[in-house]
């Protein structure tokens, strides 16, 4: 599945890049899986500190098993729905599109949670609502995104990979 859902290394450190140009930049993954993205960004980018939020139990587990055994002391990891979280509490955004297997079903990670098009659609709305709440300068790094969540307020400022890594930022 690591293909499909988790985020390649080097993805994570160019994001990390983009995400944690400040120091004590709170950043939050959306859709964290088993922690990958945070846990190499936090590697990375030691005056940052990485959340990542997923709805999946087990996954959340494995993520935070691994902290530990990789002594990295700026992640951590919640259990449940990103529409459940504060967005004030987060500076900037990563975002590989958790939502997409509300489309893809041959690309699911198991049969936990519910799949649906009006689910994807409802994520990507309540994503692109919350984003527009966030001051001028919040910066949002998306990796296999479809777009539907960036508000038009963001702008493009870099991308990587063939446009696949996008980097945004709120003008």
Not at 17 to 25: I, N
Not at 121 to 126: G, K, M, T
Request: with cysteine; proline share 2%.
């Amino acid at each position: 599945m690591a293909g499909k859902h988790w985020t390649p290394l080097a993805v994570a450190r160019m994001a990390a890049d983009f995400l944690a140009a400040e120091k004590k930049a709170r950043i939050l993954d959306i859709g964290s899986g088993v922690g990958k993205f945070c846990l190499a960004a936090a590697h990375y980018k030691a005056n940052a500190f990485f959340t990542g939020i997923e709805q999946r139990a087990q996954l959340v587990a494995h993520a935070e098993n691994a902290t530990p055994q990789l002594g990295i002391k700026n992640v951590c990891f919640l259990h449940g729905n990103f529409t459940k979280l504060d967005f004030k509490q987060y500076d900037h955004f990563y975002f590989y599109n958790s939502f997409y297997e509300n489309f893809d079903f041959t690309t699911k990670i198991d049969n936990n949670v519910t799949y649906s098009s009006e689910l994807y659609h409802s994520y990507a709305h309540h994503l692109l609502k919350r984003l527009e709440q966030k001051p001028v300068g919040t910066r949002l790094a998306t990796f296999h995104s479809l777009e539907d969540e960036i508000p038009d307020d963001y702008l493009e400022v870099g991308s990587e990979l063939e446009n696949v890594l996008k980097f945004w930022e709120k003008v």
